[in-house]
């Protein structure tokens, strides 16, 4: 039984939010909806953390759904890459899962809550499925839902603005699914094939089409539109801002994660570094507008007035370091990469929960509402300034050490320009980190303003398991970096 | 479109064939085209087509959007279940092998049980969009519980 239980840890981990969240709908009631949604997420944790250990242990694992061996049935591959992504996505759903209560509760109605929480159990369920499958189609399958459902957790924002700005993500979304489908369909058709790993070793016969080089460009632009690379990004700032708190945390710290695993995934497992970076000058592409992201997201999140608005423009910033990483197509390029996807998606969901609970006293949270707070506030203030210094880069925190990866990256091939830009870039966060923390803790409350005590104390717990987190990783760099070194050589070819 | 006599009679008439129609594809998916997806629409259109005629308030007292929601996530579960089920049994997820003494059994029931549920989800959910429009403007109490 304990064998049947390991051998089935890599459908579980998408299977287990999957029957959850019917149950919420079934439970009808909001505690136990929470409840359930609280147990599934940290099973997932659990699992992820499980399988994270087997593959670091025993190398790559393959299952077989429903029993058809792969390439004919639906493969979940587990390696050095994923599991890392998994962890994330699981780790932040299961800390989600603690502050989701008393967000929920302010933000959104009784009656619908529980409809709520087997929305999130279905993202949960998607990014999941995204991270494990072996499947390019099975891959689309998960994105839909996924997308899906985030599009209703986002309408279900306190403000009317909620259901425009998810209507935005929708239609943007809508378009990022069709057109990875088309570059799928695109690979099958030339291939006969949707296993990713058996379409690798089909894909060098008929390379040099112009239908694979069209699917190649149809994944790339579908993926970018979902994890929001300049200027794909207009439906990303209004998504992030009125969606509820928690959704907002959730989100940003995983679903952008997961999509640019998907175009790694793609292209270095499926077309191959060799096909998409030396053939194609797609490297350059990138690096041009990862380099645009980043200096205009940050230039963008300097002049926000709205909290959460300035987080999601600094996002735009930051999917920009990730891009730049992987764009090198260098082993310490991809390894910059997923130190830099795990620690931002900390380091976000840090930030937004925090803003969640300055909402959740204030109800709005532009700077001038949160004058003064860090001295009625202390804890919530605080968290936001330690992940906001990670932000930043300072060291000792987990954003330093993907700083300093990411640098070392650049500099090694001679990129000195790229340096400049990571370095201008991160002068911006100073700035925009600093407009909060001036605000917070240089600004006197004014007449006529309520004096809001301390957030509830599970939301801070939330809050500051992110932010220990992260500054743990900022101590102790080696297991997170070791692990993305790993990954680099896993999606590079040379094993697990 | 109360006062329309033949549209009614007709509607009346066509309702039990469209639904058995329904019923055979669901059942019979599993040996001849169709499948849950298919005949959840189809059967959603029986449904669909009495509240264009009899009117939404009538649809809605046959066919409760309550009700729905809990056959959608019944339809999941069932989904779901099956390849739980499986997994208990020691195989993998939806591995419908593991569902009965022998294989081509198992994956007889493993395919009746998981058309049912999608079958199930899909009736239920395209209902509900359809309530959801058709009920946009209106004062009803679906927003509120």
Known sequence: ?496 | MREHTVLRVITKLLIAPIIIFALYVQFHGDYSPGGGFQAGVVFAAAIILYALIFGLAEARRAVSPDVLRITAALGVLLFAGTGVYAMLQGGNFLDYDYLAHDAIHGQHYGLLLVEFGVGLTVVSTITSIFYVFAGRGRRTNEHET
């Not at chain 1, 998607?126 to 599009?151: H, K, M, W």
């Not at chain 1, 390379?207 to 690379?229: H, M, P, Q, Y």
């Not at chain 1, 793609?266 to 507008?289: H, K, N, S, W």
């Not at chain 1, 804890?379 to 300093?404: E, H, R």
């Open chain 1, 1 to 496: 039984m304990i064998e049947q239980f390991f051998a089935q840890m890599p459908a579980l981990v998408i299977v287990l939010p999957l029957l959850a969240a019917p149950m919420c709908v079934l439970l009808h009631r909001a505690a136990l909806a929470w409840f359930v949604y609280l147990i599934t997420a940290w099973a997932c944790f659990g699992l992820a953390f499980l399988l994270f250990v087997q593959v670091k242990i025993g190398g790559p694992i393959s299952y077989a759904m429903g029993g058809w061996p792969p390439p004919f049935g639906i493969e979940l591959v587990l390696d050095s890459f994923n599991t890392v992504v998994l962890l994330l996505v699981t780790g932040i759903g299961a800390i989600c899962s603690l502050y989701a209560k008393a967000s929920v509760a302010a933000e959104i109605a009784r009656e619908r809550a529980y409809l709520f929480y087997a929305a999130m159990l279905l993202c949960l369920c998607g990014l999941a499925g995204i991270t494990v499958t072996g499947d390019a189609f099975n891959l689309f399958v998960f994105l839909e839902i996924s997308s899906l459902s985030s599009y209703g957790l986002i309408a279900m924002g306190a403000k009317r603005r909620a259901l425009l700005s998810a209507f935005q993500y929708l239609i943007m979304g809508t378009i990022g699914g069709t057109f990875m489908l088309i570059g799928i369909g695109f690979l099958y058709m030339m291939t006969g094939s949707l296993n990713m790993a058996d379409i690798a070793e089909r894909l060098p016969a008929v390379a040099d089409t112009r239908t694979v080089e069209a699917g190649l460009a149809f994944i790339v632009v579908g993926a970018s539109l979902k994890f929001a690379l300049f200027p794909l990004h207009v439906w990303l700032p209004n998504a992030y801002t009125y969606a509820p708190s928690s959704v907002s945390a959730f989100i940003a710290a995983t679903a952008t994660k997961v999509a640019v695993y998907a175009l790694m995934r793609f292209l270095f497992t499926v077309f191959g570094a060799a096909y998409a970076f030396d053939e194609l000058p797609l490297g350059e592409v990138l690096m041009v507008l990862a380099v645009v992201a980043m200096l205009s997201g940050s230039m963008a999140a300097i002049f926000q007035t709205d909290l959460k608005r300035l987080l999601a423009w600094s996002s735009i910033a930051q999917i920009g370091y990730i891009v730049m990483g992987f764009a090198l197509a260098s082993s310490a390029g991809i390894t910059a990469s997923v130190t830099h996807m795990v620690n931002h998606g900390i380091i976000k969901g840090a930030l937004f929960m925090a803003a969640g609970a300055l909402f959740w006293r204030l109800r709005t949270i532009s700077l001038n509402d949160i004058a003064g707070l860090g001295k009625h506030m202390p804890w919530t203030s605080a968290a936001f300034v330690l992940a906001g210094l990670s932000l930043i880069g300072v060291p000792a925190t987990g954003g330093f050490i993907s700083k300093w990866v990411l640098l070392e990256a650049v500099i090694e091939p001679g990129h000195y320009w790229l340096a400049v830009a990571i370095l201008v870039s991160s002068l911006m966060a100073l700035i925009y980190i600093g407009r909060v923390v001036e605000s917070l803790y240089f600004r006197e409350r004014t007449e006529g303003q309520a004096v809001p005590g301390e957030a509830p104390p599970i939301m801070l717990v939330a809050t500051w398991t992110l932010v220990l987190a992260n500054i743990a990783i900022g101590v102790h760099a080696t297991p997170l970096v070791g692990a993305a070194e790993r990954a680099a050589t896993a999606l590079l070819g040379g094993g697990a």
